[in-house]
């Protein structure tokens, strides 16, 4: 009788053993399904005629698709559209045919010109009016095909057109939605909007009528985990497949990790920290150039990047290597030079700072960094926290003394510098009003040559570094790390692009 | 957290001295009064004990091992973590002493006078005091700094407000049951003035629960001033607290797991210091000891 039993539960066994076989894969095969990425923040907006902060990069280029796309390697390639130059001031696109936003209605001439409009409108109120500025006028010429006249050469406009600026949503949808638009936005990339629970979660879904086909991977699941070692712990925990903003500390031991992949690339942007120029202490430029040369950016790198990335005299990083100039060195730490200065300036010493970061913990440790070695120079300084989406307002808003001011970067110094550094940028939270540095980036901009564009460009930097309207601190390297088995590609200004990616 | 039972403990207080005489027979309790009085000493006596300066950053020497030249080594800005514990306990003690302090006088005002007027002076206020007891202590802690702003002083206000209602309900049971004694009705029948009668009749004779309150508080105290600091809600950069501590610690139990581990044990050793310390107070007032 017990052999008996034995012997059917032997065979139950060797029979059921196929289906055993199978569970494990089948619940692989269900989650690799979906992607789930860790970020850092929710995104403020998902209209790209309205986004400014950080925080979009890592889902706007997969909700929406811009014109023409840049690639690892900084190189324009098409995007929705593929784009003739015939002349310095005319760039004539023609449209992938049969394509249509993620509502259905088409993408045409038409609506591309109606982004347009809407973009340079001065009562839409967008960011983007200054990176078109150049743009005179954009024609429709055909259903497909539409023309952008300048009214000056403008060397960045493929690298603007390939970001927000390009990015192309759905007319009938604004139309629909109205303020709505920005947590509803309807664009061509390649995943849809499926919802958005804020500080929960931001859920895309595979968008089978993209211009590439559909992406490997159906669903994507963005959830903002700001402290970054809960972020390492839901990857190494399976949770989230993806992460962006891997601390820097964490570099060594994850490249150890046979289940991680860590991957690293220099970066395209800036980490610095704007002085308010437009009140005391920071209106006079010798007790900003005082606080910058109390500054030792090595420090720094050690302290906060440990030793990845690269110490920044100015906006443009090695990475963009044609207008990076490596001998720039404008200025040298010294404590004694600071004291001179704020003596000159006739300013009493300790002078009080407030330098106002948000509340992440590389932020904190730089601000510290800040404090301990500009303390030593004559100054006093707090550190104040805030949460990371009210960081733009407060800038915006020049409530500060001095506030830190990340760039992600772009792939063109103009990207770089001219919203920072002209009178009128939209980024010029420091209040800078230089004739000269506008000037010069002006002109940079419309300057066709290569060579000429550098020689402006270090003219400008050295102008800026003179004025010392921010701090300029390093050149932070991309750290992002993902499971071992998602495939994907990094890009240098950190955007995650996942109509590449898909589980091996 | 043990409330003392609401029975009136009418003994009078007994000296001080033969109070901590006691204190330090009972094993346990001399055990809390030893961790509290080392609490103690380094936070009044901070700078002779700290080795260095606690705010000094080495940026060479960045997250070293504890060595002979720093002893508990340095954390992630090279600063010597030694000398921010010592300096920490200031933090600590700081907030726990002023807000178990702050919600004690208060607490215990609220109570004298609801407990001794009764009727609508007692309904008014203790209603007050329930509904800060309705909410949870973090999240009111938590809302309170939040709003105020983070600081070392918003910090000790947030718990204040939030053990108010402890001693207000503690120092009324007591005075309900004093002042209905024939001493008090002596007094008051004498004239005396009733700020007199409370207190200095009616509140020697409830302190004794109180005071126990107070210590058990205080180990509360510190922990919801250490998860303040946690948050980012406390006390700011580069001023050390062993909260704060604890938070840049997490970013480097990797590379450094020491920067938690003497945050996170001077906490734990003060907070059983101040729970073994009240347990022997409560040991000592207790009538039928």
């Known amino acids: ?504 | 957290m043990s409330a003392v039972d609401a029975s009136a403990v009418i003994v009078a207080p007994q000296g001080w001295r033969r109070l901590l005489r006691g204190l330090a027979t009972d094993p346990r309790s001399a055990a809390g009064l030893a961790l509290v009085g080392i609490a103690i000493v380094a936070a009044l006596f901070a700078p002779l004990i700290a080795p260095v300066d606690p705010e000094l950053p080495d940026f060479v020497n960045i997250l070293a091992p504890p060595s002979t030249s720093h002893l508990f080594g340095t954390d992630e800005l090279g600063r010597d973590v030694l000398a921010r514990i010592v300096y920490g306990a200031r933090a600590s003690l700081f907030v726990g002493v002023l807000s178990v302090a702050a919600a004690a006088v208060v607490g215990t005002l609220i109570g004298l006078v609801a407990g001794y007027f009764g009727r609508w002076a007692d309904a008014l206020l203790m209603r007050l005091m329930d509904i800060i007891f309705a909410f949870p202590s973090i999240l009111l802690a938590l809302a309170i700094t939040a709003v105020l702003g983070p600081s070392l002083t918003n910090a000790v206000l947030a718990i204040a407000v939030v053990n108010l209602p402890v001693f207000a309900r503690l120092a009324r049971a007591q005075t309900l049951v004093v002042s209905r004694l024939e001493f008090v009705e002596a007094k008051r029948a004498l004239g005396f003035g009733t700020a007199n009668i409370l207190l200095r009749t009616v509140l020697p004779n409830i302190q004794a629960p109180l005071i126990v309150q107070g210590s058990l508080l205080f180990a509360s105290a510190i922990i919801t001033e250490s998860y303040l600091s946690f948050l980012g809600l406390g006390a700011q950069p580069p001023t050390p607290t062993w909260g704060n501590m604890l938070r840049n610690a997490i970013g480097f139990l990797e590379l450094a797991p020491w920067l938690a581990w003497f945050p996170g044990a001077a906490i734990f050793l003060i907070v059983l210091g101040c729970n073994l310390l009240g347990d022997g107070l409560r040991d000592r007032f207790d009538p039928r000891d």
Not at chain 1, 78 to 91: C, I, K, Q
Not at chain 1, 275 to 300: L, W
């Open chain 1, 1 to 504: 009788m017990s052999i008996n039993l034995k012997r059917r539960n032997v065979a139950t066994l060797i029979a059921g053993a196929p289906f055993i076989g199978m569970l494990p894969a089948q619940a692989l095969a269900q989650g690799a399904k979906t992607l789930t990425i860790g970020v850092v923040s929710d995104p403020v907006t998902l209209d790209p005629a309205l986004m400014a902060s950080f925080f979009e990069l890592s889902v706007q280029f997969n909700l929406h698709e811009p014109l023409v796309n840049v690639t690892p390697e900084l190189k324009i390639e098409p995007g929705l559209a593929s784009v003739a130059n015939p002349d310095p001031l005319t760039y004539r696109f023609t449209l992938r045919p049969n394509l249509t936003f993620h509502d259905g209605t088409p993408i045409d001439a038409a609506a591309a010109k109606a982004n347009f409009d809407r973009m340079m409108d001065p009562a839409t109120g967008s960011p983007r009016r200054s990176e078109l500025a150049p743009v005179e006028s954009v024609e429709v010429n055909g259903p497909l095909t539409f023309t952008i006249k300048l009214k000056a050469p403008y060397a960045p406009l493929l690298q603007v057109l390939a970001n927000r600026a390009g990015m192309l949503v759905s007319p009938a949808a604004l139309k629909a939605l109205g303020p709505d638009f920005a947590t509803k936005a309807v664009g061509a990339g390649p995943y849809k909007l499926v919802s958005w629970t804020k500080n929960a979660e931001l859920v895309l879904e595979r968008f089978p009528g993209y211009w590439r086909g559909a992406p490997a991977i159906e669903r994507v699941v963005f959830r903002p985990i700001s402290d970054e070692t809960v972020r390492l712990a839901n990857l190494r925990s399976g949770t989230v497949q993806l992460v962006d903003a891997v601390p820097a500390q964490a570099v060594g031991q994850l490249s150890r990790e046979a289940t991680i992949t860590l991957k690293q690339t220099s970066g395209l942007g800036f980490s610095a920290f704007s002085f308010n120029n437009t009140r005391a202490p920071f209106n006079d430029a010798r007790v900003r150039q005082a606080f910058t040369s109390a500054i030792d950016k090595q420090s720094v790198l050690r302290a906060v990047n440990f030793g990845t990335g690269k110490v920044a005299s100015g906006g443009i990083p090695p990475s963009i290597g044609w207008a990076h100039d490596p001998n720039f060195a404008p200025s040298k730490t010294s404590v004694e030079g600071s004291r001179k200065l704020l003596a000159d300036a006739g300013i009493t010493t300790p002078v009080p700072v407030t330098i106002t970061v948000t509340n992440s913990p590389a932020q904190v440790r730089t601000a510290e960094v800040l404090q301990a070695q500009a303390n030593a120079a004559g100054f006093k300084v707090d550190i104040k926290q805030i949460d990371p989406t009210s960081l733009i307002t407060v800038l915006r808003a020049k409530d500060f003394d001095m506030c830190m001011s990340p760039w992600s970067g772009r792939a063109d110094p103009d990207g770089n510098l001219f919203n920072y550094f002209t009178k009128s940028g939209p980024n010029n939270f420091m209040g800078y009003q230089s004739d000269k540095v506008t000037a010069l980036l002006e002109k940079a901009r419309a300057e066709p040559d290569q060579a000429t564009r550098a020689k402006l460009y270090r003219e400008a930097e050295t102008q800026i570094a003179a004025d010392a309207p921010m701090l300029f601190l390093t050149f932070p390297a991309t750290l992002q790390a993902s499971a071992k088995a998602l495939e994907w590609v990094q890009y240098p200004d950190g955007a995650f692009r996942l109509q590449f990616a898909k589980f091996s």
